[in-house]
Nanobody
């Protein structure tokens, strides 16, 4: 079984910062990628950022220069540092990994989501 436990969401004023954390546990043979997605009310879930084991990162245009994704390999934790937050960043943020569990097959795992609200 694979478990993703998220933390760090909350209410913050525009211009403020938050750091989201996602702790990954379970019998994982290898991780293909880790990432963060978000979904605002009435909108589709969208990609925020991804990172692969080699360190390559990818960001949505809307968050480039403001958000940073990183991974703690020793502790199997992925972070999303969010700076210069704006109201449009308000959404439920989800952690996702693609991983192999002792098999060539790749499986997708999601966290429970954490609410981020940017408002005065």
């Amino acid at each position: 079984q694979v478990q993703l436990v998220e933390s760090g969401g909350g209410l913050v004023q525009p211009g403020g910062s938050l750091r989201l954390s996602c702790d990954v546990s379970g019998n994982i043979f290898s991780i293909v990628s880790m990432g963060w997605y978000r979904q605002a009310p009435g909108k589709q879930r969208e990609l925020v950022a991804t990172i692969i084991p080699g360190g390559t990162t990818n960001y949505a245009d809307s968050v480039k220069g403001r958000f940073t994704i990183s991974r703690d390999n020793a502790n199997n934790t992925v972070y999303l540092q969010m700076n210069s937050l704006i109201p449009e960043d308000t959404a439920v943020y989800y952690c996702k990994i693609l991983a192999r569990i002792g098999t060539p097959n790749v499986y997708q795992y999601w966290g429970q989501g954490t609410q981020v609200t940017v408002s005065s």
